[in-house]
């Protein structure tokens, strides 16, 4: 069955690095994605990942994707308190309806 | 272009009582969703619509109904309002091409009493 997990909380200090892990159970997912959510707003994707990647790097933000172990890792550089926010890791298995399943989100706080 | 837009962005319901959830989305997209999120939770999804004159069931369904008449609109309809019902209610569509990246409208926040 389809079932994402992260875990819950976060806490780490401004200017370190944040690591969210993530993992999924369809390995025929096509795309896996990180989406950010800020206090009483939308979801907003942050980047994805293409299943026939291991790595992608989109500024601040690093994507490492272990198809093997089905682990997907988001890592934060210089982290800042604007970084504070839920992230949630999201998979799309099934490429007819392309709806994503997410996971419970993990709650990131920066601390200055 | 505003994206994908909701309205009303809070709204309190008696037990019993109707109302629809509007959601517009700007981009041309062939396929719009609904999603509901419950405190604490990640997002389930509700209905689905591929095309306009197209929808279909997502995992919790029960109590909501959808119509797609247009490319643009695809609201949501709950009838009978129930406490269970009481969430955050997200709409989202993307386009039909890789890598299915979905846009979110900004959430519709529904308490029923």
């Known amino acids: 069955g389809e079932d994402v997990e992260q875990s819950l909380f976060l806490s780490v200090r401004e200017g370190d690095s944040s690591v969210i892990n993530c993992t999924y159970t369809?390995?025929?997912?096509?795309?896996l994605y990180w989406y950010k959510q800020e206090p009483g707003a939308g979801l907003q994707l942050l980047t994805y990942i293409f299943s026939n990647m291991d790595m992608k790097q989109d500024q601040r933000l690093t994507v490492l994707l272990n198809k093997k172990d089905k682990h997907l890792s988001l890592r934060i550089a210089d982290t800042q308190t604007g970084d504070s926010a839920i992230y949630f890791c999201a998979e799309s298995p099934d490429t007819g309806r392309r709806a994503l399943t997410f996971g419970s989100g993990t709650r990131l706080q920066v601390q200055p | 272009n505003a994206g994908v837009t909701q309205t009303p962005k809070f709204r309190i319901l008696k037990i019993g009582q109707s109302m629809t959830l509007q959601c517009t989305q700007d981009m041309n997209h062939n396929y719009m969703y609904w999603y509901r999120q419950d405190p604490g939770m990640g997002l389930k999804l509700i209905y689905y619509?591929?095309?306009?004159?197209?929808?279909d069931k997502g995992e919790v369904p029960n109590g909501y109904n959808v119509s797609r008449s247009t490319t643009e609109d695809f609201p949501l309809r709950l009838e009978l309002a129930a406490p269970s019902q009481t969430s955050v209610y997200f709409c989202?569509?993307?386009?039909?091409?890789?890598?299915?990246?979905?846009?979110f409208g900004p959430g519709t926040r529904l308490t029923v009493t």
């Open positions: 369809d390995s025929s997912s096509t795309y």
């Open positions: 619509s591929v095309g306009a004159g197209i929808t």
């Open positions: 989202a569509s993307s386009s039909a091409g890789g890598p299915y990246e979905q846009y």
